[in-house]
Each structure stands twice: as structure tokens, then as C-alpha cells.
């Protein structure tokens, strides 16, 4: 995902006093790039994580799923009622168009190429709906994980503009990994959609 490594790259470190947190209960450096598909965590971030006594987390994988769970519980009761995790939806599904951290949010390989190859005559709405149903629903796991690291990043952020997205983020780890249908989720309904474009304006992987 391109978009992730550049929205982490263009982001700040996050305060001393967070990344200690993050590093301490495990789903920092090495769970985040594995999800931005890095081979290691970058040396910057790993002087500060063991600078602030962040070491063991090193060997440690995160629990996706306990981890939404953990932090979810957090949140405000109050604050997540069915009307706000739908209004944070609808927030979340305009990233694409509104949000540059967003811009190139799509899925580019070789799979993706043979399906649109596959489907070489059919309209895009089909195309597109098959990208969602098919490809991004076996790729939940992925995504869920990156909204998730995402949403530990982002609240650990030290800019008010940065960390306001986090309990979005957090909101669509959740209800990814609640298993809420995909095209419930409009953000992953855009995901397909510029997937399906970038692959037929021949956009390179």
C-alpha cells in the first residue's frame, strides 16, 4: 500500500511519552512495517524506541484483533453509539477524495491484473464489485491491520491535525474485524474503485 508508507513518512514521530506506550505493548516498529511492507523499522524510530526503553517489543507480534478490541474499549460509550460509527464511516469513505495521506489508497500487483484481465469486456461497476467482494475481502486481515497501526499512529502524533483521524482509523479496524460487509464500508467501496481505474489507466505495479 503506497499511500500508507507515504502518510507514516510524512507524519511526525510521535511524542516521547506515546512512543514509549506504543513500543511497551507491542504494536510499533515491527508490526507497523510489516504492514507498510518494510523489511525492518528505520533506524530513526528504533533510536528513539530504545531511547525511551521501547526494546521489547523487538521480538513481539501484535494480536490485531485483541489489540481493536483493547483500545476500543477506551472510547467513550457515548461517543460510539450506531449514529456516530456511521457518521465516522461516511467521514473516513470521503478520504480519497479529500485527504491527500489518501491519494494513491488502491491495490496494485499482479492479482489485481488478472482479475481485470479476467474480466477484460465487462463494465466497471462490475469490475469494481468483484475487486470489492473477492480481492479486497481476502486482503481484510491486511487492511484492517493498517487502519489499526494507523490509528496507534495517529494518536500518538503530535499534531492536533493529525491525531483528530485516529478514532476513524480506529473505527474501521474495528468494524473490519468485526466483519462488517465491505460494501458497508465506504472507504473500502473507494479503495475498489481507484484500484479498478489505476489497473485500466495502466498504472504500473
Not at 510524512?10 to 504492514?35: F, N, V, Y
Not at 491527500?100 to 488478472?114: C, G, H, I, L, R
Not at 479476467?118 to 486482503?139: C, H, N, W
Amino acid at each position: 500500500m503506497r499511500s500508507a508508507k507515504r502518510s507514516r513518512e510524512s507524519w511526525r514521530i510521535p511524542r516521547r511519552s506515546r512512543l514509549k506506550d506504543i513500543t511497551r505493548r507491542g504494536p510499533a516498529a515491527s508490526s507497523r512495517d510489516r504492514a507498510f511492507k518494510r523489511p525492518a523499522p528505520d533506524a530513526a524510530l528504533l533510536a528513539i524506541a530504545e531511547s525511551v526503553g521501547g526494546v521489547e517489543w523487538r521480538a513481539s507480534r501484535l494480536d490485531i484483533d485483541a489489540e481493536i478490541a483493547r483500545v476500543y474499549s477506551e472510547l467513550d460509550p457515548a461517543k460510539i453509539a450506531p449514529a456516530d460509527i456511521a457518521a465516522s464511516l461516511k467521514r473516513s469513505g470521503e478520504w480519497l477524495h479529500q485527504e491527500s495521506f489518501a491519494e494513491s489508497w488502491f491495490e496494485n500487483d499482479a492479482e489485481v491484473s488478472a482479475m481485470i484481465d479476467e474480466m477484460s469486456g465487462q463494465d466497471d461497476d462490475a469490475i469494481t464489485g468483484a475487486v470489492l467482494s473477492d480481492l479486497l475481502e481476502k486482503r481484510r486481515g491486511v487492511w484492517t491491520e493498517r487502519f489499526l497501526l494507523m490509528a496507534l499512529w495517529a494518536r500518538a502524533a503530535k499534531s492536533k491535525n493529525e491525531g483528530r483521524y485516529w478514532r476513524d482509523f480506529l473505527i474501521l479496524a474495528h468494524e473490519l474485524s468485526a466483519g462488517r460487509p465491505l460494501e458497508d464500508v465506504p472507504i473500502m467501496a473507494a479503495i475498489a474503485q481507484r484500484t479498478v481505474s489505476a489497473a485500466l489507466s495502466g498504472t504500473p505495479f
